[in-house]
T-cell receptor
Framework: GAVVSQHPSWVICKSGTSVKIECRSL??????MFWYRQFPKQSLMLMAT?????????EQGVEKDKFLINHASLTLSTLTVTSAHPEDSSFYIC?????????????FGPGTRLTVL | RKEVEQDPGPFNVPEGATVAFNCTYS??????FFWYRQDCRKEPKLLMS???SGNEDGRFTAQLNRASQYISLLIRDSKLSDSATYLC???????????FGRGTSLIVHP
């Protein structure tokens, strides 16, 4: 149980285009979903926290108009990178916490590798 | 001081060795503690939660020391497949937002 999927697993796009990444909890309802970004050989960086039906909470330095988060249901959150540029190339990972699970355990999606040309 | 600190390593050990990592945290009100494992270019996977009484899962033992504000992970009889980055995760009290350490790299060689 507690499986999280992400789609797509990788994407290559031209500079200026927008890219949508989906994060789904497959076999549970997720209270909260998190979006992270990880550059090579660096640690995970939390971008935003989203709860179903409410606006995402963005970490300092993360542009909410550039990284649009929609948490439409208890099993789906989407991250849209708008007008992507090469510096947005990174590994984007979502995670979800399971309602009722031992407190705060996170289950991660397999990640989406974004390359902006 | 960073909220969660780990020695980045790498820890380079032979197969069969015992290796231990520590992770210190600054918020004394922290409530939840975890160790995750991350392989290169993959997502983190939960290794184990860390309870006040400590817990053991096969070759892995996790301990929590609230007085000194650190958690530890002990790996016995290291396998080549244990090579990975081990991430310490702490959730502060009053918040459900986790804080990740930068990870400790472990390399197990033949």
């Amino acid at each position: 149980g507690a499986v999280v999927s992400q789609h797509p697993s990788w994407v290559i796009c031209k500079s200026g285009t927008s890219v949508k990444i989906e994060c789904r909890s497959l076999d549970f309802q997720a209270t909260t979903m998190f979006w992270y970004r990880q550059f090579p050989k660096q640690s995970l960086m939390l971008m935003a926290t989203s709860n179903e039906g409410s606006k995402a909470t963005y970490e300092q330095g993360v542009e909410k108009d550039k990284f649009l988060i929609n948490h439409a249901s208890l099993t789906l959150s989407t991250l849209t990178v708008t007008s992507a540029h090469p510096e947005d190339s990174s590994f984007y990972i979502c995670s979800a916490t399971l309602t009722g699970d031992p407190a705060d355990t996170q289950y991660f999606g397999p990640g989406t590798r974004l390359t902006v040309l | 001081r960073k909220e969660v600190e780990q020695d980045p390593g790498p820890f380079n050990v032979p197969e069969g060795a015992t290796v231990a990592f520590n992770c210190t945290y600054s918020n004394s009100a922290s409530q939840s503690f975890f160790w995750y494992r991350q392989d290169c270019r993959k997502e983190p996977k939960l290794l184990m939660s860390v309870y006040s009484s400590g817990n053991e899962d096969g070759r892995f033992t996790a301990q929590l020391n609230r007085a000194s504000q650190y958690i530890s992970l002990l790996i016995r009889d290291s396998k080549l497949s244990d090579s990975a980055t081990y991430l310490c995760v702490v959730t502060p009290g009053g918040s459900y937002i986790p804080t990740f350490g930068r990870g400790t790299s472990l390399i197990v060689h033949p």
